[in-house]
């Protein structure tokens, strides 16, 4: 009976798969089949829904996975016929996502995108990549793989999806080269060649779908060498915990902009600073932020922009430029995106407090009195001169307005703390004498005295 479908293609999609990885799509298939059978599968929109939407995935997603499933030809059988994906689908379809190139995921992403044929116009293309993003951030709220960050401690994912999305679809170009932007992109055709070129330039889409599909069916979602691509897609969150804090991040702006981070620095995010625990007060940021190591900077104006910069090196109160040519500018609202380095200057980073003759504050490009990015030492008060791009980051104007007025900042330390920041000069009596802290834990007792310093958290897993 399965004599068709032990087609050459078929068996050459088998093969890319390990054979403990073969049995975990098995047993996926065995599962996704029992529950649409059981359904009846009479009822195609029945077979549908229950087939892949256990919760995990929003239904959006299902029937787009659905879609790009019965797409898939199958070897001397007419598939318009039955509702039900056969086993010969679904393992082409995860192989050619999984393990395939531009090439092979193409035709199938095309399908996800319309169920019809030929080119698919913008606004198609936004709501598939939509979708994808809602999903993944679904998703990894489902499984419990947000690390620490969930939908409480972040801004509201809504209008980060969005911006997300149109980020994502910027680079949509034309085989001329040309990028349709606006209306204009959302009216236009995409050919397959035009969007086969955007899937292997734009990486996330790749990555997104992968997330989707073995966090979401739970296939394939546990072996190592599948994960390297989503093991950093979001990084571990630290400091937040259980103190009523919501970051001005949103959970698509933080995958955003930390793959944009240097490769050893994407694990993990410390908050160091919030103006809302912490106080308005410059003296109380750069207390908090010196000599931390790299760190991710934010601020929201009274006009609700949000936006901020990567600092490669530790910020150090010092009237000279410092950071490296690593460091970066962003916009988190009312449109995402990251500008870096130009080669123009070496004006990076600044920091300075208490002097007479430069100028005090926090700046980041740009020159003196000119910064791409600048909070003043008079706390509360910043500019975003950008006429018509800052020098160094080629960034436009971040904030709403170039002089504005600082409604909340926050400073996250990325990748591992210096070894010099630790709890350095805070020591409590538990530190001292490690025997008492031994007997302490022995006894089931918490460590009363660590709620009197900044904590440090400990790598706990997320609720």
Known sequence: EMGNAESNAYQNHLCRFLPEEQSDIDGVFDTLSGLSSSAGAKNGKATKKTAYTREPLPEQMTVRLYNGMKSIGLTGKSSGLSEQIAKEQ????????????????????????????????????????????????????????????????????????????????????LADGTKPVGPQLMETNFDQSVIEDWVYRVPQISVF????????????????????????LVPGCKGIKGRG??????IPSIIYINSHL????????????????????????????????????????????????????????????????????????????????????????YLNHGQQTMPNGLGMGGQHGYFGLWVDSDYGKGHSKAKPRCTTYNSPQ????????????????????PESAGTKGKKSILDVDPEA???LEMAGKSR????????????????
Not at 449 to 457: M, N, T, V
């Open 437 to 439: 802290q031994a007997l």
């Open 262 to 349: 240097p490769a050893e620095l994407q694990h993990k995010w410390q908050l160091l600073f919030s103006s809302r625990l912490h106080g308005e007060s410059f003296s109380q940021l750069c207390g908090h932020i010196a000599n931390k190591g790299p760190c991710v900077v934010i601020l929201k104006d009274v006009d609700g922009y949000i936006f901020g910069g990567f600092a490669s090196h530790s910020w150090e109160a010092k009237p000279q430029f410092q950071g490296d040519n690593r460091c970066f500018l962003f916009s988190v609202f009312p449109s995402l995106a990251v500008y870096t380095y130009t080669g123009y200057n070496d004006h990076y980073m």
């Open 398 to 417: 971040l904030s709403a307005k170039e002089d504005f007025t600082l409604d909340a900042m926050e400073v996250w330390a990325v990748g591992d703390l």
């Open 448 to 463: 009363q005295s660590e709620g009197l310093r900044e904590p440090i958290e400990d790598d706990d897993d997320d609720d």
């Open 209 to 232: 779908l992968s997330v989707v599909i073995r966090q979401g069916l739970h296939v394939l979602h546990s072996l190592p060498d599948q994960t390297k691509d989503i093991l950093n």
């Open 90 to 173: 679904f393992v082409i379809f995860m192989s050619n996502l999984l393990k395939g190139n531009a090439d092979e995921k193409i035709t199938i992403i095309m399908r996800m995108i319309s169920k019809t044929e030929g080119p698919v116009k913008g606004k198609q293309i936004q709501e598939f990549t939509e979708d994808l993003i809602v999903s993944v951030v679904h998703v990894l709220s489902y499984r419990k793989e947000l690390k620490g960050w969930n939908l409480e401690n972040t801004r509201d994912s809504a209008s980060g999806v969005k911006t997300l999305a149109s980020q994502l679809l910027s680079e949509l170009k």
């Open 245 to 250: 804090l919501v970051s001005l991040f949103d």
